[in-house]
């Protein structure tokens, strides 16, 4: 066997690996035990970001809440918004960061509330499996026709008859002697060792015992990824204002590579373009007026320009037949141009 022919088994037997550990988890065969992951304090739990040698490199995008401003209607602003979660769920997105650009109209009293807050809403409630939102999400206005949108049929929307290594739930009400109840989408609810307060989402390994009575535990949200490369949904967050983006993020070690995305941009091809070896990859898009214009309405980043923001402002599709992309568009284009280097440099 020649060199080439030597990479060429080894890739593909990696792959046959592969299928068969994402097989293993979303299945239904009983395999060996349950996974033996050592549980958590609650920090852990909640998602926050703990580093450890597991973790694999994630993706943020971060997005003008301005755009739905712009809908000229609440059937189009959903539909926007639908579009974003499923761009973000498409490719794998972990975290969705979206900014405002004038939070002072947004009240939150009599239902009204910005196109930041709008798309929050929409982007949390559709990635949340479907069995979970009656528990999590009160009736709002803004959400009468979120029932008309695709879902994003991600892999931690599990259906009520399949198996999965894990499964999102919502901890219960309930004695607590023995743990904490959780509701995860199956006919019965399942036991975890840990104790909860009740109305918490929670990531459950239920491993491959079907036993119902087995009592199981809570593992940190990226667990799924970290141990079997599954796509488990995107986190949402909101900002005040794009410098907000950079300075509240949700990992302890922020950003350590931020893409604008323009079309003044400096134009590369994506083979180009080689990122580094990455924790934390941040790519923002810009509203109606683009990103320049975030940042000149953003008191937090006065005198600053796009080069002092961002590691790299790209334009990633150079020859653009209309005057202008939406971010809607951009962001399907424009994430399927990061792929490859991301690729490479994960
Ligand atoms: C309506 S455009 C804004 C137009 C603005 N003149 C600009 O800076 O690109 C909305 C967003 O789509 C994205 N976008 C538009 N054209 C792009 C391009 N050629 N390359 C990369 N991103 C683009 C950017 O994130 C931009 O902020």
Not at 158 to 173: A, C, I, Y
């Amino acid at each position: 066997m020649n060199p080439a022919e030597f990479e060429r088994a080894r890739f593909n037997m990696d792959k046959k690996e592969k299928r068969k550990k994402r097989k293993g988890a979303q299945q239904h065969d009983c395999g060996p035990g349950e996974t033996d992951e050592k549980i958590v304090n609650e920090k852990q739990m909640s998602g926050e970001d703990t580093a450890g040698p597991k973790r694999k490199m994630t993706v943020s995008i971060a997005v003008a809440g301005s755009i739905i401003d712009n809908a000229q209607s609440l059937e189009l602003a959903t539909l926007l918004a639908g579009q974003i979660a499923r761009a973000a769920t498409v490719f794998r997105i972990d975290e969705v960061v979206v900014f405002d650009s004038n939070p002072s109209v947004d009240n939150g009293g009599d239902g009204e509330e910005s196109g930041a807050r709008f798309l929050v809403r929409i982007l949390e409630y559709l990635e949340t499996p479907q069995y979970l939102r009656r528990r999590l999400f009160p009736m709002h206005k803004n959400l009468k026709f979120v029932g008309l949108l695709p879902p994003l049929d991600a892999p931690h929307h599990v259906r009520k008859h399949e198996w999965s290594e894990f499964r999102e739930g919502v901890t219960l009400d309930g004695d607590r002697s023995k743990g904490t109840l959780v509701d995860v989408g199956l006919s019965k609810n399942v036991l975890v060792e840990q104790i909860l307060e009740p109305g918490k989402r929670v990531t459950v390994a239920m491993g491959t015992d079907r036993d119902i009575l087995k009592v199981r535990k809570v593992v940190p949200p990226s667990s799924p990824k970290d141990e079997m490369e599954l796509y488990w949904g995107y986190k949402v967050r909101y900002a005040s204002n794009l410098s907000g983006v950079f300075s509240d993020s949700q990992y302890k070690e922020g950003y350590d590579y931020i893409i604008g995305t323009s079309e003044h941009g400096k134009i590369m091809s994506s083979s180009e373009l080689n990122l580094p070896s990455l924790r934390h990859l941040l790519i923002a898009f810009g509203g109606l007026a683009g990103l320049e214009e975030s940042i000149e309405e953003d008191r937090n980043l006065k005198g600053k320009g796009v080069n002092d923001i961002f590691t790299a402002y790209l334009n990633t599709c150079p020859s653009q037949g209309s005057r202008t992309i939406r971010t809607e568009e951009a962001l399907l284009i424009s994430l399927q141009y990061f792929q490859d280097p991301i690729r490479r440099a994960g």
